[in-house]
C-alpha cells in the first residue's frame, strides 16, 4: 500500500472549515483513499472514502486531486466534538487481504 | 447488524506474564481481522491481520502472536510480557470484499 503524510497537528476554530492535508504520491491506480478519526481512548471511526472523484456524507467532504497524489479532508463546521486525531489511509482491497497501515496521523484541535 | 467485542477493557499485568486478549465479530462471516497496539501518543501500529481461520500475517516482529481458532475469533496473545508491550490494543474487522474497516473499543494494557 501507498504511504501517506500529515501535519501532525492543525488547530482550527469552532465554526469554520478544518481542511485536513494528505500526501499519497506514490498511491496507484486501483488504491482508495480512506479517512478515520480517533478521539481520545476510543476506537478509531471511519469518515469517507474515493478514488478518483469527490465525494460527501453527512459528516465530511473528500477532495482529491486530478492525478490523485493527495487529498483534503474537510470538515464543513468543525464543532469541539471533531477534536480528534485524524487518519488518511490508501489501500486497495483484494481477496488476499491487505494490510491497513494508519501512521501517525493529524492532530486536530478545535477551538472555541 | 454486525458487532466487535473486545475484552477486556483494561488490564494490568506483571512482567513476564501471559497475555491473551479476545476478539469476536458477530452478524458477519470470513472476516478479515486486524490487531493494532497504539502506544502513548502514537499512532497505530499494524500487529497482525488475518483473511481466515488459521491464517496469520505478522507485520513487526515482537514478543506478540495471534491466531484465528475460528472464523469470527481473534486472538493476541504474549507468553511473556515486556514493558514495552504496554498500550492500548485494537481489534478491528472489515468485511471480505469491503474495505471500510469497524473497531472494538479497545483494551488498555499496562505493564507494571
Known amino acids: 500500500d501507498a504511504k501517506t503524510t500529515q501535519p501532525p497537528s492543525m488547530d482550527c476554530a469552532e465554526g469554520r472549515a478544518a481542511n485536513l492535508p494528505c500526501n499519497h504520491s506514490t498511491i496507484s491506480g486501483n488504491e482508495y483513499v480512506y479517512w478515520y478519526r480517533q478521539i481520545h481512548s476510543q476506537g478509531p471511526q471511519y469518515i469517507i472514502h474515493?478514488?478518483?472523484n469527490n465525494e460527501t456524507n453527512e459528516m465530511a467532504s473528500l477532495i482529491i486531486t486530478e492525478d490523485r497524489k493527495s487529498s483534503t479532508l474537510i470538515l464543513p463546521h468543525a464543532t469541539l466534538r471533531d477534536t480528534a486525531v485524524y487518519y488518511c489511509?490508501?489501500?486497495?482491497?483484494?481477496?488476499?487481504?491487505?494490510?491497513?497501515?494508519f501512521g501517525k496521523g493529524t492532530s486536530l484541535l478545535v477551538t472555541p | 447488524s454486525q458487532t466487535i467485542h473486545q475484552w477486556p477493557a483494561t488490564l494490568v499485568q506483571p512482567v513476564g506474564s501471559p497475555l491473551s486478549l479476545e476478539c469476536t465479530v458477530e452478524g458477519t462471516s470470513n472476516p478479515n481481522l486486524y490487531w493494532y497496539r497504539q502506544a502513548a501518543g502514537r499512532g497505530l501500529q499494524l500487529l497482525f491481520y488475518?483473511?481466515?481461520?488459521?491464517?496469520i500475517s505478522s507485520e513487526v516482529p515482537q514478543n506478540l502472536s495471534a491466531s484465528r481458532p475460528q472464523d469470527r475469533q481473534f486472538i493476541l496473545s504474549s507468553k511473556k510480557l515486556l514493558l514495552s508491550d504496554s498500550g492500548f490494543y485494537l481489534c478491528?474487522?472489515?468485511?471480505?470484499?469491503?474495505?471500510?474497516?469497524?473497531f472494538g473499543q479497545g483494551t488498555r494494557l499496562t505493564v507494571v
Open positions: 488475518s483473511v481466515g481461520i488459521g491464517q
Open positions: 474515493g478514488l478518483k
Open positions: 478491528a474487522w472489515t468485511p471480505s470484499m469491503n474495505t471500510e474497516a469497524f
Open positions: 489511509i490508501v489501500q486497495h482491497f483484494s481477496n488476499s487481504g491487505y494490510a491497513l497501515n
